[in-house]
């Protein structure tokens, strides 16, 4: 019956885009999904692309199945614009993905960075998250507000201590980010920007931060959120076996290219 379901959802996509899944793999995902995983969450695991998780369950749900329930957000229209273009506002010396190292997309190295910010229920204060690419390591810390200038300042203490494994930083475009060349300043590191509206472009972030909100939900005022209970969030979370590392740690990963460093010095 599940090869027949997947045969069916694979159909109703149409043969050119019909992804053919492993009926095992699309099993774990369903179970993922019952969860309330994200789909990006469950192509870290299972190694199905967030996008072809997402085309399957609509398929399913055209169908008359139900597995878009088990979303924990639907996917939102994108807002247009009268210009088509984002108007947040434009980042003074913006390096876009674009110029990006492609190899830097296999994620082969560890090194490379992406940063995020996480709103609390008040939309005042922020949890910024670091999460390095190869490893899934992350580091998280709290400031009182979005300023450019406490951001940058935050990150910059956060990732001082492992310079030697900061080569690059993929950000959203968001103005917290303004000050990324004191960043890279201070850091030695080159940083870039996503597309607007291209989550996916920071999946490590994307991911991290759905795992993130199973210990602080975004109704939680981060008032309430302790120092303390972040550092043992963050060591829960890098502590936490990953599939795509032949289920080492986060922290087991980072701490090898760390340790490796530090002996070449």
């Given at each position: 019956p599940k090869q027949a379901c997947l045969l069916a959802e694979e159909r109703s996509l149409g043969s050119r885009n019909a992804v053919h899944i492993n009926p095992k793999d699309w099993d774990m995902a369903v179970t993922c999904l019952h969860k309330k995983w994200s789909p990006e969450q469950i192509a870290d695991q299972v190694g199905i692309s967030h996008e072809t998780i997402y085309r399957h369950v609509y398929a399913d749900k055209a169908a008359g199945g139900s597995l878009w329930e088990q979303l924990r957000c639907q996917k939102k229209r994108k807002k247009r614009y009268a210009s088509g273009r984002d108007r947040r506002g434009q980042i003074v010396g913006r390096r876009p993905i674009s110029e990006r190292p492609v190899h830097i997309e296999t994620r082969a190295q560890v090194g490379h960075w992406e940063g995020d910010?996480?709103?609390?229920?008040?939309?005042?204060?922020?949890?910024?998250?670091?999460?390095?690419?190869?490893?899934?390591?992350?580091?998280?810390?709290?400031?009182?507000?979005?300023?450019?200038?406490?951001?940058?300042?935050?990150?910059?203490?956060?990732?001082?201590?492992?310079?030697?494994?900061?080569?690059?930083?993929?950000?959203?475009?968001?103005?917290?980010?303004?000050?990324h060349r004191r960043i890279d300043t201070a850091l030695q590191s080159t940083t870039y920007f996503a597309d607007p509206f291209a989550s996916w472009q920071r999946g490590s972030n994307e991911n991290f931060n759905g795992l993130l909100r199973q210990y602080i939900p975004k109704k939680r005022p981060l008032s309430t959120v302790t120092n303390q209970e972040l550092r043992m969030i963050q060591q829960e979370l890098n502590s936490r076996p990953r599939k795509r590392l032949g289920f080492k740690t986060p922290n087991e990963v980072f701490m090898q290219s760390l340790n490796r460093v530090a002996l070449r010095v």
């Amino acid at each position: 019956p599940k090869q027949a379901c997947l045969l069916a959802e694979e159909r109703s996509l149409g043969s050119r885009n019909a992804v053919h899944i492993n009926p095992k793999d699309w099993d774990m995902a369903v179970t993922c999904l019952h969860k309330k995983w994200s789909p990006e969450q469950i192509a870290d695991q299972v190694g199905i692309s967030h996008e072809t998780i997402y085309r399957h369950v609509y398929a399913d749900k055209a169908a008359g199945g139900s597995l878009w329930e088990q979303l924990r957000c639907q996917k939102k229209r994108k807002k247009r614009y009268a210009s088509g273009r984002d108007r947040r506002g434009q980042i003074v010396g913006r390096r876009p993905i674009s110029e990006r190292p492609v190899h830097i997309e296999t994620r082969a190295q560890v090194g490379h960075w992406e940063g995020d910010t996480v709103i609390g229920a008040a939309h005042k204060q922020a949890i910024i998250t670091l999460v390095e690419r190869k490893s899934g390591y992350a580091l998280i810390t709290k400031v009182s507000n979005k300023t450019s200038d406490l951001v940058s300042q935050a990150i910059i203490t956060k990732l001082n201590p492992v310079t030697s494994l900061v080569k690059t930083l993929t950000f959203d475009n968001g103005k917290e980010f303004a000050e990324h060349r004191r960043i890279d300043t201070a850091l030695q590191s080159t940083t870039y920007f996503a597309d607007p509206f291209a989550s996916w472009q920071r999946g490590s972030n994307e991911n991290f931060n759905g795992l993130l909100r199973q210990y602080i939900p975004k109704k939680r005022p981060l008032s309430t959120v302790t120092n303390q209970e972040l550092r043992m969030i963050q060591q829960e979370l890098n502590s936490r076996p990953r599939k795509r590392l032949g289920f080492k740690t986060p922290n087991e990963v980072f701490m090898q290219s760390l340790n490796r460093v530090a002996l070449r010095v």
